[in-house]
Every structure is written in structure tokens, then in C-alpha cells.
């Protein structure tokens, strides 16, 4: 008892504890507090008309599952109350509690596991289908792969993504940018919901997974995420920034939101009330719980330093409204806050009874036969039909940015050569989260495939680029630039097709390893055929501090499937390898002539500086090509996960690449493969055509090929803003939206505007009509209008919906997206489109600082209906009634 505090140390302590919290809380609310908002604890009881509350859960057995979780709590000592607060919650078989992992990993675009796994599109590349539809059929997969797993392995329901709607997308030069759907907080709240859908079912007893909304709020940069403070003014916090998250909780009935990093106005965001209680669950009804980002909770008291102990972080956290911390802070000092007054055994309570009610609705405690998801079978992972849907969602996120002359589709029956130039063209790219799929489409494999020829054997391979893989392997960022293949465990091993070893006489390979590093195993035609040689691989101090290893082969000739297998210490990560080769004595054999030969250059790397003589030879291929196809773009090790852009061109000398090859054939078609927007601003104005976008997915070099011979008409939309530099960008710190960020307020001209996409036909619109011409309290106007395919082949249209408010006092946004259709015509069919503004409409109020709350004005409303922010076909007027 030596240790122990006199009463007057601990209310000394606990007073300036409170005075610390009260003064930050203050920060916050002086630049986005709300009308009404309440102090103290307490939660929102659930509204009688609110429907659902998570996912098809009824509010009976929501209610059900919440006292079935407090009966549990009740049940622990102390001890075992504050052990539960980490994502990897033990057991308490005292009273008959398991384990549970509350990180199951991410399912951002695909679960993130070792084969077979389908990984779709990279959300930003699915958010230009603008289809609601299809991002739920997505995410029904996704969770019933999750499910598959599950029965296989006991892989967690509980994951860390999906959906990414923090607004990062409002400045290309963010690094996850990738993650989120778009830069439009409508479209956000819109993809967002279809998401948590498919995730979390429509069942009304059980979630099928629980998903995460994230990262909360205003974690928009990611290079100094652990320290930066985010500084919102009201307007642009209510207006833009809450609006993806508000849809998340109100329309989607997500399960779990993520506390983000940053702080927001001085306060870090997983200490604050303000966020966590009096806006997530006082205004918006949120019921499920909170995690914060790993270890967002240690950040407050190691690196944003708002109070000084970890005892005081853990305290601020847990009474603000977080629930489960990533990281270690909460269990290692909640004791200390009890310790010294400053949190009560009754917030620990209300916070284990939020966490373990997710438990009890994934079904952990009851029979499998009872919960419907059980019977989902373990075949549907990688299934041929996931991956169709893996490809039509491809297709679907594929946008055509020029056609100059309708250089595309491309006619198969009228080419002899084709040239396919560029770093981007013979790997599969999938993006960060991604899992590891038995089955790599890249974009040369898919051409190959549309023009029937056999992909032709080699004496290289990237390692990315593999047939199939068991294990732990996955796909990531390199500092060469492309790929190459990480998470190697001892045990785990990869595939690949066609490698020829005609007078071999040693075999080379690629690699770093900052781990145990290990032994590379390489067997011919199966898993456990004859061992061509085997390779060590040392400790190289990075797993980005590239060595080359050899090892002699002889006596093998002929074409085989080669596995490589991994070993080394069990249970560690070992290596990462980036490719491997074969060296032959004299020529490389001839490959024979096809109807349409295609000849195949690099040119340059991702970011590298080519050799003028590479620049030359890639010249002479295009030179030499009826087309030249020149696949361009940046992957992570441009952008990525805590690595924001400081510019937004082309690296490296891909530009050059591009000129050289247009120069040498006027017949080019540059395709965009990339995780972030990139300013082609020469390229636009000079290469006749060009297409793509965002990573496509595990079947993107089909999706890419369909588009480009004319087996699929693309459709896909911005839906972000492309700008012509960052000179065209606010300072990358500044949150006010109203200082020029996105299509809402960017008063220049971009190189492509947020809703723009083109078509192999052509649309007109026509013949508007209103049902009204005032919008009144409590009503809604109707729009419709007409939209007819004047081409001559059949084509989807994304109709958007915009408004402009007219004779404001305040700033307001030069249009705002309120809704959007995406419809299929015939060539020479005509559809009748039909909206409908509501009075309550998000786009017609403003957020009244005086007021402290949302408000309209009265005036004349544009409606304003076209195929991109920048190409409005039709304009009609309503006059809202306030």
C-alpha cells in the first residue's frame, strides 16, 4: 500500500485530468459543435421508426443480443474486463468465454488471404461504374469468401475494411487514395452503403461479417498521420466531411467505426466525446462499437502529447467513446486510470457490452446450423463465378478518357502487329489490401487471350505475376518500381507457367529480406516434381535491399511449370522476391508467326530512368506495329499507406516512353493502370486515344482487353477530379473544401472533370420535365427526361443529377451531385430517366455557424441533368419553398 495515493494526490490528479479533457473538448466543439449537442455519457435509446438497426437486424434481436452481452460483463472480475479491450480478446474460461480476434483483416477489395481469393477492382476504380447493384453483388462475395474461410480456418468476421470513407479523395496527392470510392460525399455515402450490405447481409437475427467504416475523420494526409491536426472549419466538417460517415451509420447500419490518427482542431479523434459520442451516437444513433486505428490511442499521449501518461490516454479514450483499442494502451493502463478516479467500472461496462453484442450477432455462441451463413460452401472461393463478376466489374470501372477519330475498338480481323510497350502491361497490379489470387489476369495475358495466341514461354518471370500460390504470399509495392511478391512464410510456395529452359545453365532470382531470410526450392511441372536447383537467400538488412542469387542448372531442356517453394523459420516472414531468370547459352528460339503478332518491350520501369538505347528499341518495335499499345501509370511505390505524392505526373521516364513511341507510330493508345489519378496533360493533348484508370482487379488484363477490341463498351465516370498540376491545388493541409477542392468548388479548368467518361456511341438528351415548379416543406419535385442511344452499337449511360442554389449569403457549391442512373440502350432505344428532389435534400442546406445547424433559404433552384459535371445536356428551375 506504499504506492497508493492519498485521497487529496488523487483528486489533484483526477481534477487536472478533467480540466485537461474539458479544455480539448472545448478546441473541438469551437469549430464544428452542433446545435443541441449534449454533455455526460449516456447513450441515445433507439427511435421507434428506425427501422433496422445494423444490417438486416431487427431492433428485438438487437436488443436481445445487447442484454446477453451486458449479462456476460457482468459476469468478470476487473481484470478480466480490461484484458478484453484489445483486438485480440483471450479467453475467460472461468465462465465459458472464448477468444476472439476483433481484427480479421481488411476486405477493401477482396479478403486479404492467401488463395484462392477473389480480389476486385480498387474501390476508387469501382466507384466509376456508378452502380450500386454491382458493388453490392461485390461485397456479397467478398463476405461469403470471408465465410469460406471461416469454415475452413476459422478466419475472423470481423474486419478492418470495408469501406475507406475518410474524404482523402478531394486532392489527388493522398496516398490511400485509392481506398475511397470518390471525392463526392453523396457518391461516397451512396458505394459505401451497397458496401456494408453485401458485407454484413440482410439477416435479422445475425451479421454476416462486421465491417468498419474508417478512418474517423479527417485523417485526409498520410505522410505525418500519427501527428498531424486536421483544422475544419464548421461548414466544411458538416457539408463534406461527416456526410460519408453519416450514411455509413444512418443508411448502411455499419457495425464498427475506426478512430483515425490525426487529431481534428487540436484533439486527437479517439479522445474525443465530441466525435465518438455526441455526434456518432447522439446525433446519428450509432449502436455498434468503436476501434481505433493501431495504436491511435497510444498517439494520444506519444505523439500528438495532449496528456502526458498512458494511464490518462487510455481514460480520455474509453470515456470519449472508443471501445476497442489496435494496440496495447487500454489493457495496459485502464487499471491505472480506475486506479486514480478518472474512469468508472460503468464505462468499462457500457464499452465490453457494445464489443461482445458484435459477437453474439456473428453468432459466436450460438449452433452453426442457426446461423444461415453457415451454409455457404467453401467452393465459392476464387469461384469462375466470382472471377466473372471479378471481370464485369473491371469493365465496369473502365473509363475512356479520349478516342480521337474512333481510333478504338480495335479491329482483330484488320492488325498483323501489335506493340505492347510499358512497365504497367505484364503485371497484374492489384492494389494495397489486396489478398493473394490463384489467378493473375495482366493486361498482356489478356490481349494474348482475346487474339487467341498462347502466351508465349520465357526465361523470366516477375514474381508477381504468378499462375497460383498457396500460402501466405502477397502482392506489394516495390522500390524499383512494379511489384513483387511479400508475406513470405515458411511452407508457402508459387506457380508459373511456361518457362523455357533450353540450354540453361543457371537460374537467377531477386530478392531482399529484412526477416529470417530462408531457401528458395525450384520444382518442375507440380508442387513436389523433380528439383530443378535450390537457392539461399540471406539477410540483405531491408525488405527492399535488392540482392540476386543464383544457383547452377543443368541437364533440363523443353517447357515447364515451374513451383517455387518457400522455407525457412516457421512462423516468421523470410523474403521477398521480385523476379526470377534463367540464362541460356547463345539466341533466344524464335517464337512462331501468328495471324496478329505482338511484340512486347518494358521500356522503362514505374519510376527509373531509361537508357536512351531501351527508349530506342521500344521505338522500333512501335515503328514497326500497325498499333502500339502503351500501358502507363504508378503503383505503391509511388503512393501508398503512410507515403503521400508530392507531385502527380508520370514518374520516371514514361513520358519519354510515350513520346518516343507516338512519335514513331501515330496509331497509339495509351492505358492508364494505376492507383491514383495522374496528370497526362501532353499525353491528352497529343495520343489519339486513351483508356483505363484505377487497378481493375485480379481480372483486369480481360476486363482491359474487352474494352479496347470492342468486346465490352465502356461506361465507366470520374469520379474524381483529374487535375492538370498541383499548382491547380490548394496547400495539401488546408480542409476548407471552399478554397477550390473538388468539381463543388474548382472554378479552372481540369485536365478531365469528375463525371467524365466517353462511349463507343453516342446519347442525347432531351425532353425535361418537372412535376412542380416550387419545392415545398415535406414534399418532393419529380424530374424526368429522356435519353436515347444515337449510336450503332449497344452502350450504358451514367445519367448524374446536379443542383445549383441560386442568390445565397453564403458560399455554395457551383453544382452538387443529388443522384444518378446507370442505364442500358440499344442502338436507337430511347429510356425515360426519373429523379426525385426531396425538400430535404442534404445539397439544398448549408451549415449555419451562427445557428450551429443545417439551413435553407428560399430562391430558385438549377436542376441540372448531363453525362459529367462539365457536360450538362439539360437545365430546368424550382423554386424552393423555405
Known sequence: ???????????????????TAAAGATLALAGCQEMGSQSGGGEQSVPADGGLDTGGISLANFDAARKRAAAIVAKMTLAEKISQFGIGAPAIPRIGLPGFN????????????????????????????????????????????????????????????????????????????????????YLVGEMATYTIHGMQGDDPKYLKTIVCAKHYICNDTDSDRFTASASVDSRSFWEYYTRGFHACVTKGKVFTVMGSYNALNGVPTCASRFLLTDVLRRRWGFKGYVVSDCDAVGCIYQTHHFVPTGYEAAALAVNAGCDINCGSTLQTYLGQAMDKMLISEQVLDRSLTRSITG?????????????????????CRES???????????????????NEHNLLPLDKTKLKKIAVIGPMASVCHLGNYSGS???????????????????????????????SMGGSPQVVGNAEGGEDLGYIKSGSWTSYDKVLFSGVTELHARVASQGAGGS?????????????????????????????????????????????????????????????????????????????????????????????????????????????LVFAGVNQAIDAEGHDRSHIGLPGS???????????????????????????????????????????????????????????????????????????????????????????????????????????????????????SDLKPRQAVGIALTVTNTGRVAGDEIVQFYVHVNGSKVQRPIKQLVDFARIHLEPGETKTVSFALGHDEQALKYWDEAQQNFVQ???????????????????EAVNLVV
Open 1 to 19: 500500500m506504499a504506492n497508493q495515493p492519498s485521497p487529496n494526490q488523487v483528486e489533484f490528479s483526477r481534477r487536472d485530468f478533467l480540466a
Open 102 to 185: 476483433f481484427y480479421g483483416g481488411e476486405g477493401l477489395h477482396g479478403l486479404t488471404h492467401g488463395g484462392p481469393v477473389t480480389s476486385f477492382p480498387l474501390p476508387l476504380a469501382m466507384g466509376c461504374s456508378w452502380n450500386r447493384e454491382l458493388i453490392k453483388q461485390v461485397f456479397t462475395a467478398v463476405s461469403d469468401e470471408v465465410w469460406a474461410w471461416h469454415k475452413v480456418n476459422g478466419q475472423g468476421l470481423a474486419l478492418f475494411s470495408p469501406p475507406t470513407v475518410n474524404m482523402g479523395t478531394r486532392d489527388p496527392r493522398w496516398g490511400r487514395i485509392g481506398e475511397n470510392y470518390a471525392e463526392d460525399p
Open 359 to 379: 459477437r453474439i450477432l456473428l453468432g459466436e455462441f450460438d449452433p452453426p446450423e442457426q446461423i444461415p451463413y453457415s451454409k455457404i460452401p467453401i467452393d
Open 384 to 402: 469462375k463465378a466470382h472471377r466473372a463478376l471479378a471481370r464485369e466489374a473491371g469493365r465496369q470501372s473502365i473509363v475512356l478518357f479520349k
Open 437 to 467: 489470387p490463384q489467378h493473375l489476369v495482366a493486361p498482356l495475358q489478356g490481349i494474348f487471350e482475346v487474339l487467341g495466341i498462347e502466351s508465349q514461354p520465357s526465361y523470366s518471370k516477375m514474381a508477381a505475376n504468378f499462375a
Open 520 to 628: 528458395i526450392e525450384v520444382h518442375l511441372d507440380r508442387l513436389d516434381g523433380p528439383v530443378a536447383c535450390k537457392l539461399a537467400v540471406p539477410v540483405t538488412g531491408d525488405w527492399q535491399k535488392w540482392v540476386d542469387v543464383s544457383a547452377p542448372i543443368s541437364g533440363i531442356s523443353g517447357e515447364h511449370k515451374v513451383f517455387l517453394r518457400f522455407s525457412g523459420k516457421t512462423g516468421a516472414y523470410l523474403f521477398n522476391l521480385r523476379s526470377f531468370s534463367l540464362t541460356p547459352v547463345g539466341p533466344i528460339p524464335a517464337t512462331a508467326t501468328k495471324a496478329v503478332e505482338v511484340s512486347v518491350a518494358l521500356g522503362c520501369s514505374i519510376d527509373g530512368t531509361a537508357q536512351a538505347s531501351d527508349i530506342d528499341a521500344v521505338a522500333k518495335l512501335a515503328r514497326e506495329a500497325d498499333v502500339a
Open 654 to 772: 514514361q513520358p519519354d516512353l510515350i513520346k518516343a513511341v507516338l512519335a514513331a507510330n501515330p496509331r497509339t493508345v495509351l492505358v492508364i493502370s494505376s492507383n491514383a489519378p495522374v496528370a497526362i496533360n501532353w499525353e491528352q493533348e497529343n495520343v489519339p486515344a486513351i483508356v483505363g484508370g484505377m487497378f481493375a482487379g485480379q481480372e483486369q488484363g480481360h476486363a482491359i482487353a474487352d474494352v479496347l477490341f470492342g468486346d465490352y463498351n465502356p461506361a465507366g465516370k470520374l469520379t474524381t477530379t483529374w487535375y492538370a498540376s498541383v499548382d491547380d491545388l490548394p496547400h495539401f493541409h488546408d480542409y476548407d473544401v471552399r478554397k477550390g477542392r473538388t468539381y463543388m468548388y474548382y472554378r479552372g479548368k481540369p485536365l478531365y472533370p469528375f463525371g467524365h467518361g466517353l462511349s463507343y456511341t453516342t446519347f442525347e438528351y432531351a425532353n425535361i420535365e418537372l412535376t412542380a
Open 857 to 875: 433559404e428560399p430562391g430558385k433552384i438549377d436542376i441540372l441533368v448531363g453525362a459529367s459535371s462539365a457536360d450538362i445536356r439539360l437545365k
